[in-house]
C-alpha cells in the first residue's frame, strides 16, 4: 500500500493536471499586474517586459494603505472582544444544566440560522441614528456580534468534552469563578481558541457586504470596499486593477503560507467540534 | 460520542463515595452577559424589528409608515424579478453545493494517497478559499470577459470565445464556476480530515479480504465520512443561499435580471429603490428559505449519521 507504483505516478500526473488548471488565474493575475497597459498581447502569453509601475500606481491612487490599516483594526479588535466574550459565555452554558442556561443556549445558537440580511437593514438604520455611519468602530461592533453565535457554538461543543476537575480543583483552593476561568479553563481551550481565531479572522477581514452599507460614502474604508472602489473608478484599466488585487492579496496569502498548517487545521478543526 | 462520555461522567453520583460535598457551584450566569448583550444588539433585535418592518411600508428614513399587512409579500408573488431571484438563489446554491462537493470529494480522495505533492497540492488547492471574494470575483470577471484569458485559452484549441458573462443562459453557471473554483478546496480539506480519521487498518483489511477500490469507497469510507459530509453540505448550501459578494462583482445580478439573488434585490431594493420594507420582506423569504433547508438537512443527515455509525 505504501510502494510508489505506476498507477501512483498516474495519479501524481492527473493531480498535478489539475493544480495547475486551479493555479491558472493565478498565473493570469500576475502577468497582467506587471504588463503595462500599452502591452495589447493575449493575456495569457507571458509578459515580456514587466514593470511594477502599477503597483506604485494602485497604491497611491488607491488608498489602500489606509484600507489595509482599517481591516487590520477592525479585524484585530473584533476578533479579539469576540473570543473573549464568547469563551466566557461558553463556560457556564456548558456547565450548567439549569433552564435558564439551556434556554441562553438556544437563543444563542438561534444566530447560527438568521441571514444577516435581515438584520443588516434595522441595524443599519441604528447605526446612523447613533452617528457612526462611516465609522469603523461600527464594523467592529457588528462582527463582535454577528460572530458570538458561531464562536459561542465553538466553545461550548470543546468545554462539554473537557473534565471539570481542575477547575474544580481550582475552586476547591478558594479561586474564585473570574480567576478560575482566567487561569485554569482559558488555557486549556488553546486548541479551539485557534480554530475560532482563524475561521472569525477569515470570515471578518474578508467581509464585503457590511463595509458596503455601513462605510458607503465615507472615506474610511476596508480592503474589500477600497478594492471594490477601485474597479469602480478605472474600470477597465485592467493592469492597475490586477496590480491593485494583487496587493490585497499578498498579505493574506503571506499569513496563509506562514500558518498554513494551523490555519488548514483551523478549517478542518470544526469537524470535530 | 465525546459528549456522551462526558455527559455520564458529570453525572456521577457524588455521595456514593466520598463524605458528602456538594460539588462546586457552576460558573455564574452573569459571564454570559457581555456576549447576550452585543449578540442582541446586533442580531437578536434588529432582526425581530426585521420581521416587523416587513409588513410596513417603511422608505429607511420617514418615521412615520404604516403597516400594511402580507402586501410586500403578495406583490413578490406579482414580481417576475422577486420570484426570479428565489429561482435563482435556489438553483446556484444547489448547483454549487453538489458541484463543490463532488471535485472536493475527488480531489481529497486524490490527496489522501502515497503520492509525492500530496502536502504542496493541499496548500495550494486550498489557498483561494482564504481571499477575499470579491477580489476573486473581479479577477474572474476579467478572465471571463469577451477578451479574457479564458477566451484567449480556447483560442489556443481553435475553440470559439464566448461571452461569458454577458450571456443571460452562461451567466448563473460562471457564477456557480467561480464559486466552486474557490471554495472545492475548502471541501477537500474537511473531507481530508474525515478520511484522515478512519483507521488505516480497516481499509487494508478490505482489501486482503479482496475488495476494489469502488466497494472499499462505498463501504467503508462513505459511512465513516458522513459527519464530514454533513459539515460540507450544510456550509456550501447555506454559503450558496446567501451569496451575494460573487454575484455583485461578477455580473451585479445582470444580463438584465438573469442572475440576481435574493441578497443581491435586497441591496439593490433597499439601497437604489428606498423600497426598505419590500427589501426586508425579501429577507424574511430567505431567512424563511434558510431556515427549511437547515432543519431539512439536519433531521435527513442526523438519521444517515445515526444509521452509518
Not at chain 2, 452585543?38 to 409588513?55: D, E, I, M
Not at chain 2, 462537493?101 to 509525492?116: E, Q, W, Y
Not at chain 2, 459527519?227 to 451585479?252: C, E, H, R, W
Request: some cysteine; glycine content about 8%.
Amino acid at each position: 500500500m505504501n510502494r510508489y507504483t505506476t498507477r501512483t505516478f498516474l495519479l501524481e500526473t492527473a493531480m498535478v493536471a489539475v493544480a495547475i488548471v486551479f493555479a491558472f488565474p493565478v498565473y493570469v493575475l500576475v502577468n497582467l499586474a506587471i504588463r503595462s497597459p500599452s502591452d495589447t498581447s493575449s493575456p495569457i502569453a507571458l509578459t515580456r517586459s514587466p514593470t511594477l509601475a502599477n503597483f506604485s500606481q494602485a497604491w497611491q491612487e488607491g488608498g489602500l494603505g489606509g484600507a489595509l490599516i482599517n481591516s487590520l483594526i477592525v479585524t484585530a479588535v473584533s476578533v479579539l472582544i469576540v473570543l473573549i466574550v464568547s469563551s466566557l459565555a461558553a463556560y457556564p452554558l456548558a456547565r450548567s444544566t439549569a433552564h435558564w442556561s439551556r434556554g441562553t443556549f438556544l437563543l444563542i445558537m438561534l444566530g447560527l440560522i438568521l441571514p444577516f440580511q435581515l438584520a443588516a437593514l434595522p441595524l443599519y438604520q441604528t447605526i446612523r441614528d447613533l452617528g457612526l455611519l462611516g465609522s469603523i468602530w461600527s464594523l467592529v461592533l457588528f462582527y463582535a456580534g454577528l460572530q458570538v453565535p458561531f464562536t459561542t457554538f465553538l466553545y461550548v461543543g470543546f468545554l462539554r468534552a473537557l473534565p471539570r476537575d481542575f477547575e474544580e480543583a481550582a475552586t476547591i483552593d478558594g479561586c474564585g469563578p473570574l480567576t478560575a476561568f482566567r487561569y485554569v479553563v482559558l488555557p486549556m481551550l488553546k486548541p479551539i481558541t485557534v480554530t475560532a481565531l482563524v475561521l472569525n479572522t477569515v470570515s471578518v477581514w474578508n467581509d464585503f457586504f457590511t463595509p458596503l452599507l455601513y462605510l458607503s460614502g465615507s472615506d474610511q474604508q476596508t480592503m474589500p470596499v477600497a478594492v471594490a472602489g477601485f474597479v469602480g473608478q478605472f474600470v477597465s484599466d485592467w493592469n492597475l486593477i490586477f496590480a491593485a488585487l494583487l496587493i490585497s492579496i499578498v498579505p493574506v496569502l503571506a499569513v496563509y503560507l506562514s500558518l498554513q498548517r494551523s490555519i488548514i487545521n483551523g478549517f478542518a478543526g470544526g469537524l470535530k467540534g | 460520542m465525546t459528549l456522551d462520555l462526558q455527559k455520564r461522567s458529570s453525572e456521577r453520583p457524588v455521595a456514593a463515595a466520598r463524605p458528602r460535598r456538594r460539588g462546586p457551584a457552576a460558573p455564574p450566569w452573569w459571564f454570559t452577559v457581555p456576549a447576550l448583550l452585543l449578540f442582541a444588539f446586533v442580531v437578536l433585535v434588529p432582526s425581530a424589528r426585521g420581521v416587523y418592518y416587513a409588513f410596513t411600508d417603511w422608505d429607511g428614513l420617514d418615521p412615520a409608515f404604516a403597516v400594511i399587512g402580507l402586501d410586500n409579500f403578495t406583490a413578490m408573488a406579482d414580481d417576475p424579478d422577486a420570484l426570479g431571484a428565489i429561482w435563482h438563489t435556489l438553483l446556484i446554491a444547489v448547483a454549487i453545493t453538489v458541484i463543490q462537493n463532488g471535485i472536493g470529494l475527488l480531489l481529497a480522495l486524490g490527496v489522501n494517497t502515497t503520492i509525492k505533492s500530496r502536502n504542496v497540492l493541499r496548500v495550494l488547492l486550498f489557498a483561494p478559499a482564504v481571499v477575499t471574494p470579491i477580489v476573486t470575483a473581479y479577477l474572474w470577471r476579467n478572465l471571463l470577459g469577451p477578451d479574457g484569458a479564458v477566451n484567449s485559452l480556447l483560442g489556443v484549441f481553435g475553440i470559439e470565445g464566448k461571452n461569458w458573462l454577458g450571456d443571460p443562459g452562461l451567466a448563473l453557471w460562471m457564477i456557480v464556476l467561480v464559486v466552486v473554483w474557490q471554495f472545492a478546496g475548502y471541501s477537500m480539506v474537511i473531507f481530508l480530515a474525515g478520511l484522515q480519521s478512519i483507521p488505516r487498518e480497516i481499509y487494508e483489511a478490505a482489501a486482503i479480504d479482496g475488495s476494489g477500490p469502488v466497494r472499499r469507497f462505498f463501504s467503508i469510507v462513505r459511512p465513516l465520512l458522513a459527519p464530514a459530509i454533513t459539515i460540507n453540505l450544510m456550509l456550501s448550501i447555506i454559503g450558496g443561499i446567501k451569496l451575494f459578494d460573487q454575484v455583485y462583482a461578477l455580473t451585479g445580478g445582470g444580463p438584465g435580471h438573469a442572475t440576481d439573488t435574493i441578497s443581491t434585490l435586497i441591496y439593490k431594493d433597499a439601497f437604489t429603490l428606498g423600497e426598505f420594507g419590500y427589501s426586508i420582506a425579501l429577507a424574511v423569504v430567505l431567512t424563511a428559505i434558510v431556515a427549511v433547508v437547515s432543519a431539512g438537512q439536519y433531521a435527513v443527515l442526523n438519521r444517515n449519521e445515526k444509521a452509518a455509525s
